[in-house]
């Protein structure tokens, strides 16, 4: 079975020289990735630029990738070429994007390497970057497919609201809930109201292979044919 990991950050480009970006290491995907391929999946991972943990080599197909839109098109490419089992998308993406960029007078910045002078202020105009998770389904209409959430802000009631609105949103099968809102460690959530609580990063990527066999197997989905 061919199954794509994402993993590892994305940029918006503010010129040829400066980015935004996430805090995003690459790790959890890439342990993922390297679990699922030793528990015999053909694994395609998708790795930010950005991403600084170690990928382990001859066990996974690496591809990086740059910016959300590029993912993207590297991920609808995939899915014309293979018949993909699973897609866990693991990624730490932008959620913004680099509209313009003006000075103090309000007038419209443009260079391949914006100036910077003591004094001058820039401003950046943001706007909402391509979400694509919402675009995997689309993509990948029988493949299993999970979500990640990284909660800051609230309780764990409400971080785990978000986690199922996800889910139902944007047609997943599942989503892996972190972060300080949830506390330590992973809950796993699978509708309708399934919550796996897990540790670390190693105890996830365990539990993730074990689980996707059984899920498919459970839901009797006819393994895809493989692909050169």
């Not at 293979?82 to 993406?93: N, T």
């Not at 992973?186 to 996830?204: M, N, V």
Request: charged fraction near 25%; proline fraction near 6%.
């Amino acid at each position: 079975m061919k199954v794509v990991v994402t993993a590892g950050p994305s940029y918006e480009p503010i010129d040829e020289v400066r980015r935004l970006t996430n805090f995003s290491t690459g790790e959890l995907g890439t342990l993922l990735a390297d679990r699922l391929a030793r528990a015999g999946f053909e694994v395609v991972c998708l790795r930010g630029t950005g991403a600084t943990y170690p990928a382990a080599p001859g066990k996974c197909q690496y591809e990086p990738f740059t910016t959300n839109d590029d993912l993207l098109a590297r991920l609808a490419k995939l899915s014309r070429a293979h018949e993909i089992a699973g897609v866990f998308h693991a990624a730490a993406l932008c959620d913004f994007a680099v509209q313009r960029v003006e000075d103090r007078a309000g007038k419209n910045v443009e260079a391949a390497k914006i100036e910077s002078r003591p004094g001058d202020g820039l401003t950046l105009h943001l706007a909402p970057a391509r979400k694509i998770l919402r675009e995997l389904r689309g993509l990948f209409p029988r493949a299993v497919i999970v979500g990640w959430k990284y909660e800051l802000i609230g309780s764990r009631a409400d971080a785990l609201r978000k986690a199922w609105l996800q889910i139902g949103d944007n047609e997943t099968d599942a989503c892996v809930l972190n972060g300080r809102a949830w506390g330590s460690g992973f809950a796993f959530c699978t509708p309708p109201d399934s919550i796996c609580e897990l540790g670390d990063k190693a105890e996830l990527a365990e539990s993730l292979a074990g689980w996707l066999k059984d899920f498919r197997r459970a839901k009797a989905v006819p393994e895809p044919k493989s692909t050169p």
